[in-house]
């Protein structure tokens, strides 16, 4: 058996502020350390039924997990540019379960540090007429594959999200949401004994399912309209009125391209602090 962690970081243990998770402050490298520690922690229950565990780093710059402290028992991808961002690895066949490790709630829904993809931009994204953050995205992707979500852990915003896409998997609260920058937090220790439990209940649920292979429809909502010209340079995507575009595709893994295509265009037609 081999289980993916697809791993973010504004959902991990502590995580409350945009300094804990931008790449090269003090408080960022002050919680590279509790990040591992939820990754660990996961693998610890995850491999007392898988054979493997294969890390995806998810966040940001996808190189914040420390690989010198991370559990000799996993492999892990780092890096950027990778075809299924997020999700790399769900395509190469053999995994059997995915977990969804620090996620957060998408944007325009309350959740710490909530947002979809891109941390300012975009208000909104529907996945087929149903509000989506990253982890509807991701389970749909991972459903084309026949890998089923087994364990998702955040803040507890994140986990009553994950309810309505994962009805079957696992859920750990790190944290409870207070605001957009605040939560009230549980130590490093607590939270590791809980994910690390919770693990190896969600390794039993592991097991490939039949794949679920269908066109979707995605709509984006973004805060500022000039964004929605420089979305539509991407074939196929439609301005749909107001701030929002639209396109459609034949499986979830084109679409999970596309969305990815569209937001690197919108990220370089935003300038400094104006959007």
């Known amino acids: 058996m081999r ?17 804990d998770v931008l790449p090269g402050g003090p408080a960022w490298e002050r919680m590279r350390p509790v990040f591992t520690g939820d990754v660990n922690a996961a693998v610890a229950g995850l ?7 294969l890390v995806n780093e998810a966040h940001w710059t996808m190189r914040n997990l420390l690989l010198e402290r991370l559990d000799r028992r996993a492999t892990m991808i780092t890096g950027r540019h990778k075809p299924l961002s997020m999700m790399e690895g769900v395509q190469y066949g053999g995994i059997d379960g995915v977990v969804f490790l620090g996620y957060h709630a998408g944007a325009g829904s309350g959740g710490v540090l909530a947002h979809t993809y891109l941390a300012n931009s975009i208000t909104g994204v529907w996945l087929d007429g149903e509000r989506a953050g990253e982890g509807r995205l991701n389970a749909a992707l991972a459903a084309e594959f026949g890998v089923p979500v087994i364990l998702v852990t955040g803040d507890d915003k994140t986990v009553e999200d994950a309810s309505g896409y994962a009805p079957e998997a696992l859920g750990v609260a790190v ?10 937090c549980r130590t490093p220790e607590a939270t590791a004994l809980d994910i690390t439990a919770a693990a190896e209940g969600a390794a039993e649920l592991a097991g490939r ?20 010209g420089a979305a539509t340079v991407v074939p196929g995507v ?7 575009v639209s396109y459609e595709s034949a499986t979830m893994y084109e679409g999970i391209r596309c969305f990815k295509a569209v937001t690197t265009v919108v990220s370089a037609a935003v300038e400094e602090q104006y959007g």
């Open 238 to 244: 439609e301005a749909e009125g107001g701030r929002r």
């Open 47 to 53: 491999l007392v039924w898988a054979e493997t565990v």
């Open 175 to 184: 944290k409870r949401y207070v605001s957009r920058y605040a939560a009230e």
């Open 3 to 19: 289980i993916l962690v697809s791993a973010d970081m504004e959902g991990a243990t502590g995580v409350t502020c945009p300094a």
């Open 209 to 228: 399912v039949d794949p679920v292979v269908l066109p979707h429809r995605f709509e984006i909502e973004f805060d500022a309209e000039h964004l929605v």
